[in-house]
């Protein structure tokens, strides 16, 4: 699976993207990271992708979505973009790499969170076809409130 844009592309990520996701992590949440140990199993699960949008500087943003045995359902656990690349498609493009992962696990639907004051984001999975269904109070480390969203994937 890999998607080219017109200044970028997206594929899987592999354990060379290691320090740039991690970089990532850390510079865009202040709270709630993956680390190294969870990338190294996730990018090499079953039940898991791990996507990197990449162009020739590197990293731009990445993506990690489960597909839990047994289930119709595919969860977007993380995405980030650099702050370099904002504006450029990238989160779009990553969550349509998403839904095409989501697909290829045979999952007929993909769910979400998102903090409740990450307004952008809300409005980016709401362009998208998402539909708000649901809260989690106190989801995140830090104790915010999360949204749940879900998306058909016909």
């Given at each position: 699976m890999s998607a080219a844009h017109s200044d970028f592309s997206i594929r899987p990520a592999s354990a060379s993207d290691l320090d740039a996701l991690l970089a990532l992590e850390r510079a865009a949440f202040t709270t709630d990271h993956l680390s190294r140990r969870q990338y190294r199993r996730h990018l090499h699960s079953a039940t898991a992708t791990v996507l990197a949008a990449v162009d020739a500087?590197?990293?731009l943003g990445k993506a990690v979505v489960f597909h839990r045995a047994g289930s119709d359902i595919a969860r977007l656990y993380s995405i980030a973009v650099e702050a370099r690349a904002r504006g450029r498609g990238?989160?779009?493009a990553l969550v349509a790499a998403v839904e095409a992962a989501a697909r290829a696990h045979a999952r007929t639907r993909l769910r979400l969170e998102v903090r409740k004051d990450n307004a952008a984001a809300i409005a980016l999975y709401e362009r998208l076809g998402f539909h708000r269904f649901g809260e989690k109070p106190g989801?995140?480390?830090?104790?915010?409130?999360?949204w749940r969203y879900e998306k058909p994937l016909p």
């Open positions: 500087g590197g990293l990238v989160a779009k989801f995140y480390e830090d104790g915010a409130d999360a």
